[in-house]
T-cell receptor, first 113, second 114 residues
Framework: EAAVTQSPRSKVAVTGGKVTLSCHQT?????MYWYRQDTGHGLRLIHY???????EKGDIPDGYKASRPSQENFSLILELASLSQTAVYFC????????????FGSGTRLLVI | GDSVTQKEGLVTLTEGLPVMLNCTYQ???????LFWYVHYLNESPRLLLK?????KRTEHQGFHATLHKSSSSFHLQKSSAQLSDSALYYC????????????FGLGTTLQVQP
């Protein structure tokens, strides 16, 4: 069964520290996305990628980097974690096609202290 | 730019009553794709409905929605709410361009009470 797997499921990070969130998909999808979920803000796009070795900025990229070393893997990197980055992060993949929908991972709950 | 509006942040209903969650959107793209996702606590968001056909009713798992391009709306409805319908519901619009990105509304939490 096609799947998107995120790790870790939850993490506590120290302000100023580096955090890497990982996402792995077995869907053979070209597109991958990182969203953050916050109460009152819904799901907001941070970075996305449509091919390996290339990433694009989403709507709220500041403070985040992304890496797509292969079709299957897509990481979100917080070089200097800040309190405002406390949120739930979702990775999703999508195949090419106008009405293709997302397959979401189970989310990573990040607490920055 | 593209946007999605879900005016209700929280909808509380008694079991058995009809459900209607509102969704309106803005886009310059004439062939808009609209989606409804449902997010149960501690699970992944998953697709509930999608449509790009004007004035055609789309149904799945007891829910239905009709895309009305004239009013830029894609409201989610169900005839009779169940306790298990309690969840966070997102309306989403496929953005213009080739990014494939979805633009989500703020979400509506549906609480169904006995």
């Amino acid at each position: 069964e096609a799947a998107v797997t995120q790790s870790p499921r939850s993490k506590v990070a120290v302000t100023g520290g580096k955090v890497t969130l990982s996402c792995h998909q077995t869907n053979n999808h070209d597109y991958m996305y990182w969203y953050r979920q916050d109460t009152g803000h819904g799901l907001r796009l941070i970075h996305y990628s449509y091919v390996a070795d290339s990433t694009e900025k989403g709507d709220i990229p500041d403070g985040y980097k992304a890496s797509r070393p292969s079709q299957e893997n897509f990481s979100l990197i917080l070089e200097l974690a800040s309190l405002s980055q406390t949120a739930v992060y979702f990775c999703a993949s999508r195949e090419t096609g106008g009405d293709s929908d997302y397959t979401f991972g189970s989310g990573t709950r990040l607490l920055v202290i | 730019g593209d946007s999605v509006t879900q005016k209700e942040g929280l909808v509380t209903l008694t079991e058995g009553l009809p459900v209607m969650l509102n969704c309106t959107y803005q886009t310059i793209y004439s062939n808009a794709f609209l989606f409804w996702y449902v997010h149960y606590l501690n699970e992944s968001p998953r697709l509930l409905l999608k449509s790009s056909t004007d004035n055609k009713r789309t149904e799945h798992q007891g829910f239905h929605a009709t895309l009305h391009k004239s009013s830029s709306s894609f409201h989610l409805q169900k005839s009779s709410a169940q306790l298990s319908d309690s969840a966070l519901y997102y309306c989403a619009l496929k953005g213009t361009g080739n990014t494939g990105k979805l633009i989500f509304g703020l979400g509506t939490t549906l609480q169904v009470q006995p």
